[in-house]
């Protein structure tokens, strides 16, 4: 069992770190909440992770990646999350990546593969059709009529689907929403007709799309994996979406602590330092002993995941449910320790309140996973 990055991963992280604070800083953000940028995302941030091979890690070398694994990716993840830097990383390479590596077959993967890790083309994972994550919720249909399949529906809440050139649509072809039989995945191009994106305006000024499909057209050779038996592969991959999803949270959470203590270092009531207060003290250290919790879990999820182990999906719901609320918990204290400045938007701490109260819902809430953790373990 590995709790630590060895050291390559650990080469990378430090790499990742001074990347994301010297060329990716919270003002970068800030900068693109403005909607200037339709792409929700600095494309020379992007363009720049590629050059780095960071969309290659986790795919073998024979579709055009390094076969790095997910611990390396999960340790960058970590810290883009420390100045909430935006890119198709989660959405491009973790989901969408994932499920053609589970699902497609040889010659899906040689082709969609190496696009991704180049960056030739994004694509963007389409599950969700309501306000919380039920990926066996799935209403969208598709049917065959001959060499095509006729989709309608919606799909809600795509993280990066405004930006997406293809998207992997997850469609009901048989059965009743609840049941994971009947889903298939669809490669759908975004430019197909029939299909309406519309732009999500969310907490987190990320870029989230809202898809309805109106009689849209889909080649029977788009479909990924076998049809009605796609809920296996989605799930591993919204598998993967989460625990690097959830490292990425755990760099947020890590970086809001951080400048908590030091303002209490810095801050005086009537000539004191707020730091010397008992009762903030206290606060401090119980979030600190919930953030080294935090790491426990994730790092024992992703060995989990390197290794893949059965128990891999318990560990991953485990892993996002327990940082989801301490996200929550964090930034919380982190707002209210730092008094009314604290929800204005001069100072970054309310920046990272959203992130969290968005992150925790995005690929499965605590309640979700703890629901899910419950289901696997078959309480």
Not at 34 to 43: H, I, K, L, R
Not at 124 to 137: I, K
Not at 153 to 173: C, E, N, P, Y
Request: aromatic fraction near 8%; glycine fraction near 10%; include cysteine.
């Amino acid at each position: 069992m590995t709790l630590a990055f060895n050291e390559e991963q650990r080469t990378l992280k430090d790499t990742a770190r001074e990347f994301a604070r010297n060329q990716s800083p919270v003002e970068s953000f800030r900068q693109l909440r403005g909607g200037a940028v339709t792409e929700g995302f600095s494309t020379d941030i992007w363009q720049s992770m590629i050059e780095l091979g960071w969309t290659g890690m986790t795919f073998p070398e024979a579709y055009g990646g390094f076969d790095f694994g997910y611990m390396g990716l999960a340790g960058c993840m970590e810290e883009l999350g420390h100045t909430l830097v935006a890119s198709p990383l989660l959405s491009s390479v973790v989901l969408s990546g994932s499920a053609i590596l589970f699902a497609g077959t040889e010659e899906q993967k040689q082709t969609l593969l190496p696009q991704i890790v180049s960056g030739e083309k994004r694509i963007a994972l389409a599950c969700d059709e309501g306000f919380h994550h039920q990926p066996t919720a799935i209403s969208a249909t598709a049917v065959k009529e001959g060499d095509t399949f006729l989709l309608n529906g919606s799909k809600a809440r795509v993280i990066d689907g405004l930006s997406a050139d293809l998207f992997i649509v997850a469609v009901r072809t048989t059965g009743n929403a609840g049941d994971t039989n009947g889903i298939s995945l669809l490669l759908l191009d975004a430019s197909t007709p029939g299909i309406s994106i519309e732009k999500t305006s969310l907490v987190d000024s990320r870029n989230y799309a809202r898809l309805t499909f109106n009689n849209v057209c889909i080649p029977a050779s788009h479909l990924l994996g076998e049809m009605h038996n796609g809920f296996a592969a989605l799930d591993k991959a919204l598998d993967r979406g989460r625990i690097c999803l959830a490292a990425e949270m755990f760099g947020g959470i890590q970086e809001i602590f951080d400048r908590t203590v030091q303002y209490l270092k810095e801050r005086k009531q009537f000539g004191v330092l707020i730091g010397t207060f008992q009762a903030l003290q206290h606060r401090a250290a119980h979030m600190y002993t919930e953030i080294e919790m935090c790491k426990s879990i994730l790092m024992l999820a992703l060995d989990a995941v390197e290794k893949d182990s059965g128990n891999a999906p318990q560990l991953i719901s485990a892993a996002k449910a327990k940082i989801s609320e301490t996200y929550e918990l964090v930034s919380n204290e982190a707002t209210q320790m730092h008094g009314g400045i604290g929800v204005t938007d001069e100072l970054d701490i309310g920046l990272f309140l959203k992130r969290a109260r968005m992150s925790a819902e995005l690929l499965g809430s605590a309640r979700f996973h703890f629901s899910r953790y419950a289901t696997l373990e078959g309480f």
